[in-house]
Nanobody
Framework: QVQLVESGGGLVQPGGSLRLSCAASGTIPRLTTMGWYRQAPGNQRELVAS???????NYADSVKGRFTISRDNAKNTLGLQMNSLKPEDTAVYYC???????????WGQGTQVTVSS
């Protein structure tokens, strides 16, 4: 069993920055893919960024150049540095971990990010 807990959300002005963190606990295998997703009210959940066990990253076009995903395998944490925030970034942000075998996914409870003047 794996538990994921997000933190770092809050209210920020347009153009501002936030850093989200996801702490993983339980039995964590070495080979995992992790990612950040977000969901605004009335919208579907969408991928923001993902990071492979090798450290290779992928970003949604909407956040490319503004957000940076990172992982610390020793501490079992996942980070998301968000810069130049826009009102359309407002959403609940979720952390996800994918296990290779047996194939399984875990989700955090989410943390609210609100970008508003």
């Amino acid at each position: 069993q794996v538990q994921l807990v997000e933190s770092g959300g809050g209210l920020v002005q347009p153009g501002g920055s936030l850093r989200l963190s996801c702490a993983a606990s339980g039995t964590i295998p070495r080979l995992t893919t992790m990612g950040w997703y977000r969901q605004a009210p009335g919208n579907q959940r969408e991928l923001v960024a993902s990071i492979l066990p090798t450290g290779s990253t992928n970003y949604a076009d909407s956040v490319k150049g503004r957000f940076t995903i990172s992982r610390d395998n020793a501490k079992n944490t996942l980070g998301l540095q968000m810069n130049s925030l826009k009102p359309e970034d407002t959403a609940v942000y979720y952390c996800k971990m994918s296990l290779p075998w047996p194939r399984k996914e875990y989700w955090g409870q989410g943390t609210q990010v609100t970008v508003s003047s």
